[in-house]
């Protein structure tokens, strides 16, 4: 009875470590690991000890025996990763080769003392990487009063699964060295200088936030906007909570087929009642409810074969979703498809060519995949009434009513106040993390995650990334390269609480993690706030420390 990996998978790479048998591929020292879509567990060489399952922070690993109808598809797409072998047991090795943790070399003075910038999956793995060592300290420093990034903001409502890291995150940010300082911004109420100053290191993992921008005529219309903006709100991030989302009419178009056109795609045509049950927010789920929005149309510049979605999120869309395709476009999958080798790709190709024919009449919200659209522009005067396409490679063009355009194109990382950007790029320029310019490091400054290789990979791609930034900021460390902080420890506390009195620590997001839960009841996971103020008056709700407890955590000064 072999374990099998399914749609959630993050990559995170635990059950790679856990495994006895070593049969849990691409690992993380494998050269394809950055850019696989998944993992996935050799039914053969697989001995069903569980291991996996305890191990993976998602719940993506179970056995093929119990596996829901719609995640079946994963027991072939997991066997076909490997070779045939003619039946022959592959040969079984120890554990995985494990990267070792970074070890401090104990020096006089204070101990090592690193601050983040971002509370994101980069962010807490980075944390939970310097913590394996005996005294380091850490402290965390987010904009938003509630941690965790774009796993709470940026992951679709419906995929509660993939938001149970999230409980890896909050163990990570309960080791002894861990703080939490939320709701305060650097680059506003703390500058770079300022953390450097507490500090021997900064360590930025504040992702890509900002969305690529199609240029082309009537993009800014009211009724436009990016899929990224559209999965905020749904989440309830509190500065996208008056996003203004019409669905007043019958046809939505999303530019671009990634997983996040896949995520909006999908919420705009999932039965609103399924939807209740899960951490979407009151204001959405309302607009959803109300909404008018028969057939949303995700619209690819290339063909089949050059598709951006991943397969997983293929499967999970066709098992959730009714999606169709133009007779055109099943040509271009067949055409494709007679002359593809790439096995992932082909697998793709295959389900494509079952979908149903657009032609076919709307009994309920459905998805429509559309292949050699180019944008040429939004329609409209006032607002948006649709948007024209070129046929692409030829002199063709084709017009879609529509009362919203959607952009899912890509994201770019942002400047950051007083280091070097790659504007082409949109990263900051680095060696293996090490904060560079023009080649020479910059001293104390490291990042991870999208700020260092750019809007790749996955959830958990972030843990073997902020692993190789961390072993070179402890290399730098004990080699002496970094400046001991100017002041001692509860100084910082006390410079953060003057210059942001509204800060939330590690007992305030409990409060407010608590209440949302409390919120959601018996039948959701969670009722989150959606305004700062709201959080803050939740946090406000947390027991304070105890002048005992000060002093034991150093914040006494």
Request: net charge negative.
């Given at each position: 009875m072999?374990?099998?990996?399914?749609?959630?998978?993050?990559?995170?790479?635990?059950?790679?470590?856990?495994?006895?048998?070593?049969?849990?591929?691409?690992?993380?020292?494998?050269?394809?690991?950055?850019?696989?879509?998944?993992?996935?567990?050799?039914?053969?060489?697989?001995?069903?000890?569980?291991?996996?399952?305890?191990?993976?922070?998602?719940?993506?690993?179970?056995?093929?025996?119990?596996?829901?109808?719609?995640?079946?598809?994963?027991?072939?797409?997991?066997?076909?990763?490997?070779?045939?072998?003619?039946?022959?047991?592959?040969?079984?090795?120890?554990?995985?080769p494990v990267i070792p943790a970074p070890k401090v070399t104990a020096r006089?003075?204070?101990?090592?003392?690193?601050?983040?910038?971002?509370?994101?999956?980069?962010?807490?793995?980075?944390?939970?990487?310097?913590?394996?060592?005996?005294?380091?300290?850490?402290?965390?420093?987010?904009?938003?009063?509630?941690?965790y990034g774009l796993v709470r903001a940026g992951v679709a409502p419906d995929h509660q699964s993939t938001?149970?890291?999230?409980?890896?995150?909050?163990?990570?940010?309960?080791?002894?060295?861990?703080?939490?300082?939320?709701?305060?911004?650097?680059?506003?109420?703390?500058?770079?200088?300022?953390?450097?100053?507490?500090?021997?290191?900064?360590l930025y993992a504040v992702g890509?936030?900002?969305?690529?921008?199609?240029?082309?005529?009537?993009?800014?219309?009211?009724?436009?906007?990016?899929?990224?903006?559209?999965?905020?709100?749904?989440?309830?991030h509190p500065e996208f909570t008056d996003l203004p989302v019409d669905l007043s009419h019958e046809r939505v178009v999303i530019v671009g087929n990634g997983n996040v056109a896949f995520d909006v795609a999908r919420m705009l045509t999932t039965d609103p009642d399924v939807l209740a049950r899960t951490d979407i927010s009151d204001h959405a789920l309302a607009a959803l409810r109300a909404s008018k929005v028969s057939e949303v149309v995700v619209a690819a510049r290339r063909g089949p074969?050059?598709?951006?979605?991943?397969?997983?999120?293929?499967?999970?869309?066709?098992?959730?979703?009714?999606?169709?395709?133009?007779?055109?476009?099943?040509?271009?999958?067949?055409?494709?498809?007679?002359?593809?080798?790439?096995?992932?790709?082909?697998?793709?190709?295959e389900i494509l060519a079952k979908l149903g024919d657009a032609s076919a009449p709307i009994t309920r919200p459905r998805i429509r995949l559309a292949y050699r659209f180019t944008p040429q522009r939004v329609l409209g005067d006032a607002r948006v009434t649709g948007i024209e396409f070129g046929v692409t490679g030829t002199d063709e063009s084709r017009t879609l009513d529509a009362g919203l355009v959607l952009t899912s194109i890509g994201y770019r990382g942002k400047a950051i106040d007083g280091l070097?950007?790659?504007d082409a790029a949109a990263v900051v320029p680095n060696e293996g993390g090490r904060v560079a310019e023009a080649g020479i490091p910059v001293p104390g400054a490291y990042v991870a995650g999208w700020i260092k290789r750019g809007p790749t990979g996955f959830i958990g791609t972030n843990k073997s990334c902020a692993a190789e930034t961390v072993h070179n900021l402890?290399?730098?460390?004990?080699?002496?390269?970094?400046?001991?902080?100017?002041?001692?420890?509860?100084?910082?506390?006390?410079?953060?609480?003057a210059r942001q009195p509204d800060v939330v620590d590690a007992a305030g997001w409990q409060a407010i993690d608590a209440a949302e839960i409390a919120r959601g009841g018996e039948d959701r996971p969670r009722d989150k706030f959606t305004s700062v103020t709201d959080m803050l008056a939740a946090a406000a709700t947390a027991p304070k420390p105890t002048v005992r407890h000060r002093v034991m955590t150093g914040l006494r000064g």
């Open positions: 072999p374990h099998v990996i399914t749609q959630s998978c993050c990559s995170d790479g635990s059950c790679v470590y856990a495994c006895p048998v070593n049969c849990i591929h691409p690992s993380p020292d494998e050269p394809g690991f950055a850019t696989a879509e998944m993992l996935y567990i050799d039914p053969v060489a697989c001995v069903d000890c569980g291991a996996c399952v305890s191990a993976c922070p998602v719940g993506a690993i179970a056995p093929d025996t119990r596996l829901e109808p719609k995640q079946l598809p994963f027991i072939e797409i997991n066997a076909a990763f490997y070779p045939k072998r003619e039946g022959k047991l592959p040969p079984t090795s120890k554990l995985a006089s003075g204070e101990p090592l003392t690193v601050a983040i910038v971002g509370s994101g999956p980069a962010a807490m793995y980075a944390a939970d990487e310097l913590l394996t060592q005996r005294g380091v300290r850490v402290n965390v420093f987010e904009k938003l009063p509630t941690p938001k149970w890291v999230t409980r890896l995150f909050d163990t990570i940010g309960k080791q002894s060295g861990f703080q939490f300082f939320l709701n305060v911004e650097v680059g506003k109420h703390l500058s770079y200088a300022d953390l450097l100053e507490h500090h021997h290191a900064v890509a936030p900002n969305d690529r921008r199609l240029d082309i005529d009537g993009m800014g219309l009211p009724g436009t906007g990016t899929a990224t903006e559209m999965v905020a709100w749904v989440n309830g074969a050059q598709s951006a979605f991943t397969l997983p999120e293929l499967i999970g869309l066709t098992a959730t979703c009714d999606v169709v395709l133009d007779e055109a476009d099943h040509q271009l999958v067949a055409a494709d498809l007679a002359q593809e080798t790439d096995p992932l790709t082909r697998n793709k190709l070097p950007f790659d402890v290399a730098d460390y004990n080699a002496g390269v970094l400046t001991d902080p100017v002041h001692r420890p509860a100084a910082l506390e006390k410079l953060v609480r």
